[in-house]
T-cell receptor
Framework: QKEVEQDPGPLSVPEGAIVSLNCTYS??????FMWYRQYSRKGPELLMY????GNKEDGRFTAQVDKSSKYISLFIRDSQPSDSATYLC???????????FGKGTRLHILP | DTAVSQTPKYLVTQMGNDKSIKCEQN?????MYWYKQDSKKFLKIMFS???????INETVPNRFSPKSPDKAHLNLHINSLELGDSAVYFC???????????FGQGTRLTVV
């Protein structure tokens, strides 16, 4: 079983819809959880960062972590065509530890 | 004002050649990384340096040799390039003790 599992998609949704992106993981020692967004032919950029379980909201984006289920989610409200990108979940055990990435989900927001 | 910059952006070379990729960050971070993203978009860490010292080396062939002349620079030298080395290589940096990493734009390496 891979450490971090993420459905590669592609996921196509109409503009304005709520998008739900998810990852599961196997290592219960992970404590730091991140979502990165990667546009085509660009480097990943940090979108959301969460420590341990709980929710975090930033504008149209909400990150959720459920450590008991080893499941993390990213919700995008009022999705825009500019949100079309690959979204990678990432996690690490400690602040200074290596970051393990999921394979990324390709998201298309249809105008 | 690019935060993490890599050169070159594209690199096409023949099997067996030796090539280098350079990375510089102007964020004042003390930790730098090299990641490899394969054709399936899987992003995997290769090396991590903190204050010019190697702290992570992830089972990478010894044909790959990182060098950090100072904490703002981390270069990657690859000897005897193979077809399987074709990928996008990303440099990243962070502040030690903070998990968030900032990535460069990537170097697309194609070995023919």
């Amino acid at each position: 079983q891979k450490e971090v599992e993420q459905d590669p998609g592609p996921l196509s949704v109409p503009e304005g819809a709520i998008v739900s992106l998810n990852c599961t993981y196997s290592n219960s020692a992970f404590q730091y959880f991140m979502w990165y967004r990667q546009y085509s032919r660009k480097g990943p950029e940090l979108l959301m960062y969460t420590y341990s379980s709980g929710n975090k909201e930033d504008g149209r984006f909400t990150a959720q972590v459920d450590k008991s289920s080893k499941y993390i989610s990213l919700f995008i409200r009022d999705s825009q065509p500019s949100d079309s990108a690959t979204y990678l979940c990432a996690m690490s055990m400690n602040r200074d530890d290596k970051i393990i990435f999921g394979k990324g989900t390709r998201l298309h927001i249809l105008p | 004002d690019t935060a993490v910059s890599q050169t070159p952006k594209y690199l096409v070379t023949q099997m067996g050649n030796d090539k280098s990729i350079k990375c510089e960050q102007n964020l004042g971070h003390d930790t730098m990384y090299w990641y490899k993203q394969d054709s399936k978009k899987f992003l995997k860490i290769m090396f991590s340096y903190n204050n010019k010292e190697l702290i992570i080396n992830e089972t990478v062939p010894n044909r790959f040799s990182p060098k950090s002349p100072d904490k703002a620079h981390l270069n990657l030298h690859i000897n005897s390039l193979e077809l399987g080395d074709s990928a996008v290589y990303f440099c990243a940096s962070s502040q030690f003790g903070q998990t968030e990493a900032f990535f460069g734009q990537g170097t697309r390496l194609t070995v023919v």
